[in-house]
């Protein structure tokens, strides 16, 4: 299975004392999604939250900051296909974006 890592940009709460719980009810659906096409994820970081390039609209709503973390994890390309559009689908995520880093074990040795 290749090696593949998603980049993501959550929305932030109105609340801001929730927004450590926010984002790990997001981040536990998006391992469940990834579980459930038998991928296996080897790594999870949170970037910090800043403020968006410029304002994105999601769901009929303009957003100016977002919760930016990455998600490594090994899985087939149609498991992909199918993470991609359930994740468009999540109100809470702004943008999510899937980059493969390697075929080969040798690909995924971290120097």
């Given at each position: 299975?290749?090696?593949?890592?998603?980049?993501?940009?959550?929305?932030?709460?109105?609340?801001?004392?929730?927004?450590?719980?926010?984002?790990s009810?997001?981040?536990?659906?998006?391992?469940?999604?990834?579980?459930?096409?038998?991928?296996?994820?080897?790594?999870?970081?949170?970037?910090?939250?800043?403020?968006?390039?410029?304002?994105?609209?999601?769901?009929?709503?303009?957003?100016?900051?977002?919760?930016?973390?990455?998600?490594?994890?090994?899985?087939?390309p149609?498991?992909?296909?199918?993470?991609?559009?359930?994740?468009?689908?999540?109100?809470?995520?702004?943008?999510?974006?899937?980059?493969?880093?390697?075929?080969?074990?040798?690909?995924?040795?971290?120097?």
């Amino acid at each position: 299975m290749p090696l593949y890592e998603l980049l993501t940009i959550s929305r932030v709460p109105a609340q801001q004392h929730i927004q450590t719980q926010f984002l790990s009810e997001i981040m536990t659906r998006t391992a469940k999604r990834l579980f459930k096409e038998n991928s296996l994820i080897r790594d999870i970081k949170y970037m910090g939250t800043q403020q968006l390039p410029h304002r994105i609209k999601l769901a009929g709503e303009y957003h100016l900051m977002g919760s930016f973390w990455v998600m490594y994890f090994y899985g087939g390309p149609q498991s992909i296909k199918r993470l991609r559009k359930e994740l468009e689908g999540d109100t809470d995520i702004i943008r999510c974006t899937f980059t493969k880093q390697g075929d080969k074990l040798k690909d995924y040795i971290l120097n």
